[in-house]
């Protein structure tokens, strides 16, 4: 059960209205790492969260905050608003202020749209979707993806930040950075939680005792005169198990597929010469009978 109330989690004051930033301010609450995303993102973990307690909880708190971070946005989008064809054009076009609005860079489908308030879009209009998110019922992965969301808000936060002198859009920014900053260490600990308590590793490894144990610790330097083999990531001990990173400077493919497909059914209309190209004898009889199969069909 959800409540709420009135205040919101911090001021949305701008000093006077701004459409254009407006329209730009749009990322924030429904680009692909705004905080409809976040708030979405959460909230699905946590509802999806098998462990009744600390972890489920946190989730839900964080989750709950961040709809208080769109509806902070959302009002902040229309208080810029507020006035706005006044304020983008000295003269209305036409005599219609709304029109001089949109033309002065008002977004037209927060005008015509949402009567002159925020949309659950991105800047450039394009709806919210929900394959953004990421709540894959693991807490670990969903962990590693949050602290991932939590960044790219920041550093869009931070560039929005720079494109307005407004002094009550940059102190509610100032804001969004600070909770930023802190969900990033939130999801960082939460992380360390999961080693402590054995519920994880560092890194996701479920099925480790079926995986290729010759290439579960081997970086393929692929890139003519690559410079890759300088990092740790190609030459320490790997965090879980503290296994040797083993540095392939020249790799060799680990299989011999030569990737050859079978003919195609004629039905499927696909281009194909008539050949069986260079695979396998397994392959080419398999190939050959698929072809006799879809010739008959076509008798």
């Given at each position: 059960m959800f409540r709420h109330t009135k205040e919101l989690q911090f001021d949305a004051k701008p000093e006077k209205p701004d459409a254009l930033y407006a329209m730009k301010l749009q990322e924030l609450v429904g680009g692909q790492y705004g905080e409809m995303s976040v708030m979405m993102q959460y909230l699905f973990?946590?509802?999806?969260?098998?462990?009744?307690?600390?972890?489920?909880?946190?989730?839900?708190?964080?989750?709950?905050?961040?709809?208080?971070?769109?509806?902070?946005?959302?009002?902040?989008?229309?208080?810029?608003?507020?006035?706005?064809?006044?304020?983008?054009?000295?003269?209305?076009?036409?005599?219609?202020?709304?029109?001089?609005a949109i033309v002065g860079g008002m977004n037209p489908q927060q005008a015509i749209i949402a009567g002159g308030g925020a949309l659950p879009t991105n800047s450039q209009g394009v709806p919210w979707s929900a394959g953004y998110i990421v709540a894959s019922g693991n807490l670990l992965a969903d962990f590693q993806a949050n602290v991932a969301a939590e960044a790219q808000s920041r550093l869009q936060t931070s560039r929005l930040y720079d494109m307005t002198d407004d002094p009550g859009v940059r102190e509610m920014l100032k804001f969004n950075l600070a909770r930023d900053t802190f969900h990033q260490h939130q999801w960082l600990l939460?992380?360390?939680?999961?080693?402590?308590?054995?519920?994880?590793?560092?890194?996701?490894?479920?099925?480790?005792?079926?995986?290729?144990?010759?290439?579960?610790?081997?970086?393929?330097?692929l890139g003519v005169d690559s410079t890759a083999g300088e990092g740790k990531w190609a030459s320490a001990d790997q965090q879980v198990g503290g296994q040797p990173i083993e540095f392939l400077a020249d790799p060799a493919p680990a299989g011999s597929d030569d990737g050859i497909l079978p003919p195609p059914?004629?039905?499927?209309?696909?281009?194909?010469?008539?050949?069986?190209?260079?695979?396998?004898?397994?392959?080419?009889?398999?190939?050959?009978?698929?072809?006799?199969?879809?010739?008959k069909a076509l008798e």
């Amino acid at each position: 059960m959800f409540r709420h109330t009135k205040e919101l989690q911090f001021d949305a004051k701008p000093e006077k209205p701004d459409a254009l930033y407006a329209m730009k301010l749009q990322e924030l609450v429904g680009g692909q790492y705004g905080e409809m995303s976040v708030m979405m993102q959460y909230l699905f973990q946590g509802w999806n969260c098998r462990i009744p307690g600390k972890y489920k909880d946190m989730i839900l708190d964080i989750a709950t905050e961040e709809i208080g971070h769109v509806e902070m946005l959302s009002t902040m989008v229309a208080r810029l608003l507020e006035g706005a064809p006044s304020e983008v054009t000295a003269t209305a076009v036409d005599g219609n202020p709304m029109l001089s609005a949109i033309v002065g860079g008002m977004n037209p489908q927060q005008a015509i749209i949402a009567g002159g308030g925020a949309l659950p879009t991105n800047s450039q209009g394009v709806p919210w979707s929900a394959g953004y998110i990421v709540a894959s019922g693991n807490l670990l992965a969903d962990f590693q993806a949050n602290v991932a969301a939590e960044a790219q808000s920041r550093l869009q936060t931070s560039r929005l930040y720079d494109m307005t002198d407004d002094p009550g859009v940059r102190e509610m920014l100032k804001f969004n950075l600070a909770r930023d900053t802190f969900h990033q260490h939130q999801w960082l600990l939460g992380i360390q939680q999961l080693v402590e308590d054995g519920l994880a590793d560092v890194v996701e490894d479920s099925r480790a005792d079926e995986e290729n144990k010759t290439h579960n610790h081997t970086f393929w330097s692929l890139g003519v005169d690559s410079t890759a083999g300088e990092g740790k990531w190609a030459s320490a001990d790997q965090q879980v198990g503290g296994q040797p990173i083993e540095f392939l400077a020249d790799p060799a493919p680990a299989g011999s597929d030569d990737g050859i497909l079978p003919p195609p059914d004629p039905k499927l209309f696909a281009t194909y010469d008539g050949s069986l190209g260079k695979g396998t004898a397994g392959d080419h009889a398999g190939a050959q009978g698929l072809l006799s199969k879809a010739k008959k069909a076509l008798e």
